[in-house]
């Protein structure tokens, strides 16, 4: 049962609430209010909640009890696991007019592990108005508030944990970005450079400039990465014993078209039909096809990024 998504929810359809009242661009972000202060008092206290039931779920052993810290021991775990600082919430709801881009663009995580000076500026302000609210008022501001709400957006995604089927969309243009959110959106890592490596079977995990900073990431699904790897040991297999046989038909052709050969001629025969690319590449285009077919039929989920290559 997840209580964390609803209950995000509720506080991220307050925050809506507000944008209706107040135009909320890059200059509006430093508006307080007692409202604005009780919802970063909530959004925390969620953040609490859920870090601490993210460090259990996912192998935290320090006791449950007033020593363990919703930042330096819970999220500082899943930082080392999962690199969270570096996660992106871009600010996606068509009602705050962003124009900077480090207002649009987030790493609301980041500094989340530490405390005292060092810490995030929207866990400075919450334990700022938690416990001397009337010296604080203007820390309950909206820029705290948003990239709380974004930190905490980022938890419940990684919470969920749900893998998305994108079949054979490998753009994953199909991909929703909001992951049900009306007011932020991931970046996803896409899966677009395709290899085989023959020698060990496999196929490499090629990361681009924004996979420690995405969210979810594209993947084939384990189904297709067998397939596929079958199918190209299979196609390799065929291809390198296609172009044996070639190479012996013509190395056969050659030396009965010669009238007077000896040894060192056939070596020369053999040396030029081995260093002679032409059959390869005449093979291929014969075949590639056959190799596009293998690609395009490989199909692709979306998985929350922890790191996995």
């Not at 209706?20 to 202060?37: A, E």
């Not at 932020?184 to 924004?210: A, G, L, Q, R």
């Not at 056969?252 to 070596?267: H, L, P, S």
Request: hydrophobic fraction near 35%; charged fraction near 30%; proline fraction near 2%.
């Amino acid at each position: 049962m997840n209580i964390f998504w609803n209950i995000y929810k509720n506080i991220e359809r307050e925050l809506i609430e507000i944008s209706n009242i107040i135009h909320i661009d890059d200059n509006q972000l430093s508006v307080y209010s007692p409202k604005i202060t009780e919802l970063l008092i909530r959004t925390v206290v969620e953040v609490e909640a859920i870090s601490k039931e993210l460090y259990f779920k996912n192998g935290g052993n320090k006791e449950n009890d007033n020593q363990l810290f919703f930042d330096t021991d819970c999220i500082d775990f899943l930082e080392n696991k999962w690199l969270l600082s570096k996660k992106k919430v871009i600010v996606s709801a068509p009602n705050f007019y962003f124009s900077d881009e480090d207002n649009r663009v987030l790493t609301p995580l980041k500094k989340a592990n530490k405390r005292g000076s060092s810490s995030s500026k929207w866990l400075i302000a919450y334990q700022a108005v938690k416990h001397n609210r009337n010296n604080s008022l203007s820390k309950g501001n909206l820029k705290n508030l948003i990239e709380a709400l974004a930190g905490l957006y980022v938890l419940n995604i990684y919470y969920k944990d749900l893998v998305y089927s994108l079949s054979r969309d490998s753009n994953g243009t199909n991909f929703d970005n909001s992951l049900g959110s009306s007011i932020f959106s991931v970046d996803i890592h896409k899966y677009t450079d395709i290899t085989y490596d023959n020698e060990k079977e496999d196929m490499p995990y090629k990361k681009s400039i924004n996979y420690d900073s995405s969210v979810y990431i594209m993947e084939p699904t384990q189904k297709s990465k067998d397939d596929f790897k079958e199918q190209c040991s299979l196609f390799i297999s065929n291809f390198n014993k296609e172009i044996g046989d070639r190479k012996l038909k013509k190395i056969e052709n050659c030396i009965k078209q010669e009238q007077n050969i000896d040894e060192n001629k056939i070596q020369e025969i053999l040396e030029n039909i081995k260093s002679d690319k032409s059959i390869e590449e005449e093979l291929f285009q014969e075949k590639r096809f056959s190799a596009f077919e293998m690609f395009t039929n490989i199909e692709y989920q979306a998985v929350v990024n922890k790191q996995q290559y």
